[in-house]
Structure formats: structure tokens, C-alpha cells
């Protein structure tokens, strides 16, 4: 099985069907990888476009959001770089009024045992786990 690497604009256009051409062309992709035909992988750094791009540009709430990046995560076939961390992100992203970067930076942090962030984003404090300090 073929491995392709999905960048952020193949699942912005499934996503939002603003194209119904390319719509079409990447929901078969998408049924490929769960029939188990094609392998597909992505990054952290695409989910984290994808999550800026939906709430920025196309104005969604952030709770379709997170629906919509949920999908993708539970895809099968789909490797996601770091993707528990990913989830991990998006459930503390739903439960807290932070950034979703800083949710994954957060996520990243508990996984790796580190309760202290030196930062000057307050969003940090708004996560019961971490201690924020400034340089």
C-alpha cells in the first residue's frame, strides 16, 4: 500500500466543499485510505494550520472545529504525527478558553512530565496542570 503525505489544503477542500471538483477528487482519497488502499500520513504542523485556517479565514466556531479535526484524527489509514498529543490538545482546547497551539504545547508538556512553562502567554494559566513563570 502506497504511502502519500496529505498536506492542509487536500483536507480544507474536503472539509469545506468550496471546491466541488477538488471536493470530489479528495473524498475519494479519503475513502481510499478507510477501504485500506492507500496509506496517508500528516503532521502536527498541518492540524494546526487546518484549526487556524477553519477558524480564521472560513469563520467556523471553534466547537465544528474541533469536530471537524476530530475526524480527520480518528481517519483510518491516516498516520498524524504526534497524534495523541493532538487529541489530547483538542480536549483541552474544548474545556479551556486558550489557543489551540497552547493546548498542544500543554499536551506535549504533561506527556513529557513538565508541569512549568517560562512564558509570557496567560493563556497557560487558564490549564490547572501547569505553572506559569516569566523569565
Not at 487546518?50 to 476530530?70: H, N, Q, R
Not at 491516516?78 to 497552547?102: G, K, M, P
Amino acid at each position: 500500500m502506497p504511502l502519500q503525505f496529505v498536506d492542509t489544503n487536500v483536507f480544507l477542500r474536503f472539509l469545506t466543499r468550496d471546491d466541488p471538483a477538488k471536493f470530489e477528487r479528495c473524498r475519494r482519497l479519503f475513502e481510499q485510505a478507510v477501504a485500506g488502499t492507500v496509506a496517508l500520513q500528516t503532521s502536527e504542523l498541518v492540524i494546526a494550520e487546518i484549526v487556524w485556517t477553519l477558524l480564521s479565514y472560513y469563520d467556523l466556531p471553534k466547537a465544528v472545529v474541533i469536530e471537524k479535526v476530530g475526524q480527520i484524527l480518528n481517519t483510518p489509514n491516516l498516520a498524524v504525527t504526534n497524534q495523541e498529543a493532538l487529541v489530547e490538545a483538542l480536549v483541552l482546547w474544548s474545556r479551556h478558553n486558550c489557543d489551540f497551539i497552547d493546548a498542544y504545547n500543554a499536551a506535549l508538556m504533561r506527556r513529557g512530565d513538565l508541569s512549568e512553562v517560562v512564558s509570557y502567554d496567560a493563556d497557560f494559566d487558564l490549564l490547572p496542570f501547569i505553572r506559569r513563570h516569566e523569565p
